[in-house]
């Protein structure tokens, strides 16, 4: 692994894309060497210190793979679509690709595979510590609470987010469902309007609230007779998606091609 990873960030003037880059310049442990913007944006071409006071002497490209070709590494939270193109231009260049997208479907996982089998991807559908913590207690409790104990994934984010449920909520969801031995997509709920009629029994289901500007809220409830069991988890700083998301890159130095996740990067 070089000492210091040159690191590029895709979707570099979003919200995570500034959070990313300020994370890795004030890491010590890498180098932003790139960042991309999609064709057009009124920051291609400019230096990044001069947008956003960062990184000076990088200038935002909308050319992936100039960016990519003096780096070790690609933080990439940006769209489905976009992240399956970075996907293989960063295979060619046999880049770590760190993958927090949300709102990807099996057309898109597909696409990943060819791309993994010459590159390290890591994936997660959140990159915290801490969430991925809750996501194996969430294992554990749905091994230990059989169906009696009906299960709820409730999510809360800020209201510009344009996906539903969160990625973190249907990790959870996917945690609670292999704790159960069954799969997410036969017994998930994932919305109630009007009159639904009554709760199907081993029903997984998802609530998502949209509102202000919360970081990320994830509760998972399990609700049986008489009892609750509640899991939760409150992001109150995005910081800890960068954080993550940086560790995510530096784990995967010298890794053997594949697709791997943030368990694998924390040893759970």
């Known amino acids: 692994m070089a000492e210091r990873p040159n690191i590029v960030v895709t979707g570099a003037s979003g919200r995570m894309g500034q959070m990313l880059i300020r994370t890795v310049e004030a890491s010590g442990k890498a180098r932003v060497s790139g960042a991309v913007e999609r064709p057009g944006h009124d920051w291609i071409g400019r230096d990044l210190g001069e947008v956003m006071g960062g990184a000076p002497g990088v200038v935002v490209t909308d050319d992936p793979l100039e960016a990519f070709a003096e780096a070790q590494a690609v933080l990439d939270f940006t769209a489905p679509a976009a992240t399956v193109e970075y996907a293989a231009l960063a295979a060619q260049a046999r880049l770590v690709h760190v993958i927090g997208t949300t709102g990807m479907d099996e057309a898109h996982l597909a696409k990943l595979e060819p791309a993994a089998r010459h590159a390290v ?135 053997a091609p594949g697709q791997y996740d943030m368990a694998d990067v924390l040893g759970f």
């Open 121 to 255: 991807i890591v994936r997660a559908g959140n990159m915290s510590l801490g969430v991925n913590l809750l996501v194996q207690l969430t294992k554990k409790v749905a091994q230990a609470l059989d169906a009696d104990f009906d299960v709820e994934v409730v999510e809360a984010h800020h209201r510009h987010k344009v996906d539903a449920p969160s990625g973190t909520a249907l990790m959870l969801g996917e945690a609670a469902a292999e704790g159960r031995g069954i799969a997410l997509a036969e017994v998930a709920d994932r919305g109630r309007d009007g009159i639904t009629g009554a709760r199907e029994r081993g029903h997984i289901g998802f609530s998502a609230v949209r509102g202000g500007d919360i970081v990320g809220e994830h509760d998972v409830i399990f609700a049986g007779e008489g009892e609750r069991v509640i899991l939760r988890h409150v992001a109150t700083d995005r910081a800890i998606f960068a954080r993550g998301a940086l560790r995510a890159a530096l784990w995967g130095q010298g890794r």
